[in-house]
């Protein structure tokens, strides 16, 4: 079983990462299939999830982050193009 210390800084760094990708808690869980309550415990370091649960975080945190990343690319290449845009419907 890890440590404190270890199941707290990991709490924290998930609920970082949660916020950051602009997640509620309670629809961070649900997407997750944990309850919020349990999910309020692992980010406070109260709680050591499964190495399945933590995957699921991953997973949703990674796939939000390429999601964010590519949205971000796409703002980027129309900003570059500037007023000059062809569109076809216009």
Same mark, same amino acid.
């Given at each position: 079983? +890890?440590?404190?210390?270890?199941?707290?800084?990991?709490?924290?760094?998930?609920?970082?990462?949660?916020?950051?990708?602009?997640?509620?808690? &309670? &629809?961070?869980?649900?997407?997750?299939?944990?309850?919020?309550?349990?999910?309020?415990?692992?980010?406070?370091?109260?709680?050591?999830?499964?190495?399945?649960?933590?995957?699921?975080?991953?997973?949703?945190?990674?796939?939000?982050?390429?999601?964010?990343?590519?949205?971000?690319?796409? &703002?980027?290449?129309?900003?570059?193009?500037?007023?000059?845009?062809?569109? +076809?419907?216009?």
């Amino acid at each position: 079983m +890890p440590n404190l210390a270890n199941v707290q800084a990991r709490g924290q760094r998930i609920r970082d990462q949660r916020e950051r990708c602009g997640f509620k808690l &309670t &629809t961070f869980a649900r997407l997750i299939g944990i309850s919020p309550a349990w999910l309020s415990r692992i980010e406070r370091g109260q709680g050591d999830p499964s190495p399945d649960v933590l995957r699921r975080i991953a997973l949703l945190l990674q796939r939000e982050r390429v999601a964010r990343e590519a949205i971000a690319a796409i &703002t980027y290449d129309k900003e570059d193009e500037g007023s000059d845009e062809h569109h +076809p419907d216009g």
